[in-house]
C-alpha cells in the first residue's frame, strides 16, 4: 500500500526543520545503511545523535501523531526516531530493500521491526532535478517526487531507490515504523474500512446503526490482526 500525505509538516515547521539543516554539518549517510545498501548509498545525513536531529526528529513524530491518515494507514507501534538526508549533484541510493530490524537509539540495544517506510519532502520539486523516489510493487514502478511537507508512506518490505540529482539539492527526513498490523495487506483491508467508515459518518450520522456495525467490524478484526 503506498499512500501519499499531503502537508503533514506546516510552514512553520518547514521553515525550523531548513534553518537547523542549513545551520548543522553533515556525515556521510552510508552510516546507517546495511552492508548491501551501504554499496549504492550516496548521500549525506544529518548525525542521527546529535542535538538538531533529535529536535528535528520530536518535530516530526508531533506532526505524525496528529495526521489521521498517517495513523489510519499505518497503525504504528513504535516508531524510530526520523532522520534526515540530503542529496547534492550526482548523489543517488541504488534499489534496495529496507533493513528488517532496527536497533531503536537510547533503548540498551532494544530492536523494533521495519513495516512501514515514510520519506517526508522538505524542499519542493522545483529545487532539484532528478532526486525521484522509485517504489517497486506488483502494480509496477512509482515515482514520487511531492511538494515540501509532503510524505509518502508504503512497506518497508518494497524494493526502492533515489535517482541521481542532476541540479540542485534534495532534503528529506526517512523514517520507519512497526505497525500494530504487520502484513501490509491486512493494514490496507483495514485503511480502506476506516475511510468507508468516516464518508459513512458524514453521511448517516454517529448514531446510525450501520455506522455503529462498520465501526464494531473494523475494531474486531483490528483485534484479530493485531501483534502486540
Request: aromatic share 8%; glycine share 8%; charged share 20%.
Amino acid at each position: 500500500m503506498l499512500i501519499t500525505i499531503p502537508d503533514l509538516l506546516t510552514p512553520q515547521e518547514l521553515a525550523r526543520c531548513r534553518a537547523v539543516l542549513t545551520a548543522n554539518d553533515w556525515v556521510d549517510g552510508r552510516v546507517t545503511a546495511g552492508d548491501l545498501a551501504a554499496r549504492s548509498k550516496n548521500n549525506l545525513q544529518l548525525p542521527v545523535d546529535g542535538k538538531a536531529a533529535r529536535e528535528l526528529g520530536e518535530l516530526v513524530l508531533n506532526a505524525l501523531g496528529r495526521n489521521p491518515t498517517y495513523n489510519s494507514a499505518t497503525l504504528p507501534l513504535r516508531v524510530l526516531p526520523p532522520m534526515f538526508n540530503r542529496y547534492e549533484i550526482g548523489m543517488a541510493f541504488g534499489a534496495h530493500v529496507d533493513n528488517a530490524i532496527r536497533s531503536v537509539p537510547g533503548t540498551g540495544g532494544m530492536r523494533m521491526r521495519a513495516d512501514v517506510s515514510t520519506t517526508i519532502f522538505l524542499n519542493d520539486p522545483e529545487d532539484y532535478d532528478g532526486g525521484d523516489l522509485l517504489i517497486e510493487d506488483t502494480f509496477g514502478c512509482h515515482s514520487v517526487k511531492l511538494p515540501a511537507g509532503h510524505a509518502v508512506v508504503y512497506p518497508s518490505s518494497s524494493l526502492h531507490r533515489v535517482e541521481p540529482v542532476t541540479r540542485g539539492s534534495r532534503w528529506g527526513s526517512f523514517f520507519w515504523a512497526q505497525s500494530m498490523v504487520r502484513d501490509d495487506a491486512m493494514r490496507a483491508m483495514l485503511y480502506d474500512l476506516d475511510l468507508s467508515i468516516i464518508e459513512t459518518r458524514n453521511l448517516l450520522g454517529d448514531d446510525n446503526h450501520a455506522v455503529l456495525g462498520l465501526v464494531n467490524h473494523y475494531h474486531n478484526l483490528l483485534r484479530r490482526f493485531a501483534d502486540l
